[in-house]
């Protein structure tokens, strides 16, 4: 147990469908991260946020958006998905987004995207 | 474009057995080197590493980094079935600290 939690840990949805991911962390950290695992692919990052703002967005389409309300929880919210968004969501949070901060993982999000 | 290349990307080994898993990376900005252990989901922090030459240890498990270099090595020595696992290498860059990740090696332990 790592202190971030991630629901639901599978969801399977259709294209048209609208579902959100949940991510909470116990740590007391105040950076959050989505990453994005593919198969045979490197783990990707998605976004960040740094004491609620966020400070990166790598070049993910729209159909994906972020809500951190709190540093403690962060939000993926999906529309219109594709099948080749099929994939582990892992959440993770770090103290700040600094040099010695380690990132610990939630136990992710099986997507599929029908 | 940052690049951090993992070898080899799967091995299999019987128990006892030693093994040496390469991370090499090519970026800009380099701050450190960390180690993940990713078992079914979650991936979980082994080692952080931010100088060159210093050796970090946790139990059967060791690792190194080479900054003129450019790799670090991961040495998992008396292997068990526990072991099993993908190790991923994911190199921190920038004022953000983003996190570049390898495709990881997939480590089978056989009894």
């Known amino acids: 147990e790592t202190g971030v939690t991630q629901t639901p840990r599978h969801l399977v949805m259709g294209m048209t469908n609208k579902k959100s991911l949940k991510c909470e962390q116990h740590?007391?950290?105040?950076?959050m991260y989505w990453y994005k695992q593919s198969a045979k692919k490197p783990l990707e990052l998605m976004f960040v946020y740094n004491f609620k703002e966020q400070t990166e967005n790598n070049s993910v389409p729209s159909r994906f958006s972020p809500e951190c309300p709190n540093s403690s929880h962060l939000f993926l919210h999906l529309h219109t998905l594709q099948p080749e968004d099929s994939a582990l969501y892992l959440c993770?949070?770090?103290?700040?987004?600094?040099?010695?901060?380690?990132?610990?993982f939630g136990p992710g999000t099986r997507l599929t995207v029908l | 474009e940052d690049k951090v290349v993992q070898s080899p990307l799967s091995l299999v080994v019987h128990e006892g057995d030693t093994v040496t898993l390469n991370c090499s990376y090519e970026v800009t900005n380099f701050r450190s080197l960390l180690w993940y252990k990713q078992e079914k989901k979650a991936p979980t922090f082994l080692f952080m590493l931010?100088?060159?030459?210093i050796e970090k240890k946790s139990g059967r498990l060791s690792s190194i980094l080479d900054k003129k270099e450019l790799f670090s090595i991961l040495n998992i020595t008396a292997t068990q079935t526990g072991d099993s696992a993908i190790y991923l290498c994911?190199?921190?860059?920038?004022?953000?600290?983003?996190?570049?990740f390898g495709k990881g090696t997939k480590l089978s332990v056989k009894p």
């Open positions: 994911a190199v921190m860059v920038g004022s953000q600290g983003n996190l570049i």
């Open positions: 993770a949070s770090s103290v700040r987004t600094q040099r010695t901060d380690t990132q610990y």
């Open positions: 931010t100088s060159s030459g």
């Open positions: 740590l007391g950290h105040n950076a």
